[in-house]
Structure formats: C-alpha cells, structure tokens
C-alpha cells in the first residue's frame, strides 16, 4: 500500500482518563512529579512566554508554513483526531507541515502547544508511522515537557552568578548535564506515549528505522538494526564507554537505534500491554501523587540499567556501587555492635 493511502480502520483502546504517568520514563517522571508541586511558577512562566515568543512562533509558522485541518492535509487531521481519542486528549495542538526534507518534529509552546512535522517526514512515513510519531509529540505536549524544561532553564540562568564564585562554572556544567540526560529521557517517554496512542509497535519500530537511515527501509533488516542496539549496549573497553558518555552529553535526544531498544525493552517488560488492558494511573490522582515514590522509582531505573549493561565502564560502576554497599553495611554492623558492647 502506497505512503498516504488511507487503510481501513482498526479499532484502538481508547485509554480514558490517563495520566502522563503511564508513559513516562522514571527518570523524567521523578522530575515531573516534583516539579508539578510548585504551584504557580508553571503559570508564570506560560504567561510570559506567551506574550512574545509562542505568538512570534506561531506567526511564523502562519506565514511560511501550511497548517493541518479538514481541507489542507485532511489525512495529518485525521491521524491527530485519532491520536487524541486513544490518548483521551479532547483540547489537541494546531498541526502544522513546515518545509524541510530532513524527518524531523517537535512540540513549540507552553500556553498553546503546536506540532511541527517536516514535509519529509510526511512524505517518507505511512499512516501508522506518522501516528506513532504524532502520538509522541502529542505525549510531550501532554507531559509539559516544554513547560517545565524552559522553567529549569529559566531558573538556570539566574545562576550565572555561580561564574563568579570559584568552581561555578563546574556546578553549571553538571546542572546543564543533568538537563540533557533529563531531555533525553524525556524523549523516550514521548515515545513510549507515541506507541500507547498508534497501539503499533512494528509502525514504531519501523519509524525508528526510517528515522536512522533517512527514509527508506527497502535494504534494513529488522533482526540486525536491533542487533546494533545489542551492540551499543554491549560496548567494549573503558576507552569506548568514556566516548559513549562524552557524546551523549551533547545529545538532547537518544539515538535512533538506542531509542528501538528502550522501547522493544519496555515492551517486553509486560508495562505496555498492562495499559491497554487498563492498569494505568488516572489524571484524577496526579495531585496526589508522591514525590519520594518517584525518586525512588527513578533511582531503581538507573540501579536496573547498570545491572543491565554490559560495558565495560557500567559494569564497573555497578560493581563498585554494590563494593561501597557491602563496606558501608559491614561498618555499620561493626559500629553497632560496638555500641551493642557499650
């Protein structure tokens, strides 16, 4: 079947009442989680952007861009529709097809979300490939990913004071560090909502694919593009697991083949088909929900990849992680018993 020939319908669960909590990663919903505790700061910062910057963003895209409804790009507007009824999302973002034969989108705004897909990006995916990715910008709009990235970032800049101070400039470094290690879990979160909203993992799977190669998927081989996720996992010596690091702290996003694996590996981990099947956390309990649960979901995340990874510079991170254990509780043990004889 040709790209943009409409299949017949499939029926979809429609996830009703679903939280942002159900997709997104530990590591970026610890982050969440508290950051949705300070009230008010999240309305500030909405209305000031909106008074310049989304307006400028959206005039621009009014001006040089083509946006999506029932009669210009009626396919993108229906495949939108859908993706909101799935993830139960009835106030959806304007839609809009900006030239660029690059396969990109991205969510703009924080008062009024809006999606940008690429004109190559429409024209390489099929329907349920652009519903997978419409459904992850859709998750990222829904998280507030923009909101609460610009309200760090904002606070950020308020310690460029720290220059000033001797070894400033290394705690920015880290907070900055820790932002882009947030943004790219950010990204599989969306791309965990973009399979709960398109319920396709092979489409999925397959626009990871086109994402790596540029399009096409006439010569790759599922079985060896998820080898090379195996691969990169597996690394090598010390040596590669410190160019590993220093090339993701540039990275706002995971790679292409990185993120098919995250994603396959929480597929097989039972979460995805729980929530279709209605195991989920509902918006109704977001303002109840615990900081400290989630810190300690995040902590176990990274405790579950260590264990998981096989590179050299992981292993022995976990490895001394688990020495460090071992010593602290005997000490404690000993100190115990001392007081014990006291």
């Not at 008062?111 to 992850?136: A, K, N």
């Not at 691969?231 to 990275?251: N, P, T």
């Amino acid at each position: 079947m040709a790209s943009g020939e409409k299949k017949p319908a499939r029926a979809r669960a429609v996830l009703t009442d679903i939280s942002s909590r159900a997709w997104e990663h530990p590591a970026d919903r610890g982050a969440l989680v508290a950051l949705r505790k300070l009230k008010g700061f999240d309305v500030l910062l909405k209305t000031m952007s909106g008074v310049f910057r989304e307006r400028a963003w959206r005039l621009t895209l009014l001006g040089s861009a083509v946006r999506v409804d029932e009669r210009q790009f009626a396919r993108l507007h229906r495949l939108l529709a859908e993706v909101g009824r799935s993830l139960d999302v009835s106030d959806l973002p304007e839609l809009y097809v900006q030239a660029d034969p690059a396969l990109g989108a991205v969510t703009v705004g924080m008062d009024r979300p809006i999606i940008v897909l690429s004109s190559g990006l429409v024209h390489h995916l099929d329907d349920d490939e652009l519903r997978f990715v419409i459904g992850h910008e859709l998750g990222h709009a829904v998280s507030g990913h923009a909101v609460y990235r610009t309200l760090l970032v904002r606070l950020l800049g308020l310690g460029g004071l720290l220059y000033a101070i001797p070894g400033g400039a290394i705690g920015i470094r880290m907070i900055t560090v820790g932002l882009l290690e947030w943004s790219r879990k950010a990204e599989l979160s969306a791309d965990r909502a973009g399979l709960l909203a398109s319920q396709d993992p092979t489409a999925a799977l397959r626009t990871h694919m086109k994402l790596a190669s540029g399009g096409t998927l006439d010569e790759l081989d599922v079985t060896s593009f998820l080898s090379q996720g195996a691969e990169y996992d597996e690394g090598g010596d010390v040596r590669e697991s410190l160019i590993k690091l220093s090339l993701l702290q540039q990275q706002s996003h995971p790679f292409a083949v990185v993120r098919a694996t995250e994603l396959r590996r929480w597929i097989d981990s039972g979460a995805y088909t729980a929530i279709l099947g209605g195991d989920y956390p509902r918006r109704a309990d977001d303002d109840t929900a615990s900081v400290s649960d989630a810190a300690q979901e995040a902590a176990a995340s990274y405790t579950a990849a260590f264990e998981r990874t096989q590179d050299t510079l992981g292993r022995l991170v976990h490895d001394l992680a688990g020495w460090v254990g071992t010593a602290s509780s005997w000490l404690n043990d000993r100190i115990r018993r001392a007081n014990e004889g006291a």
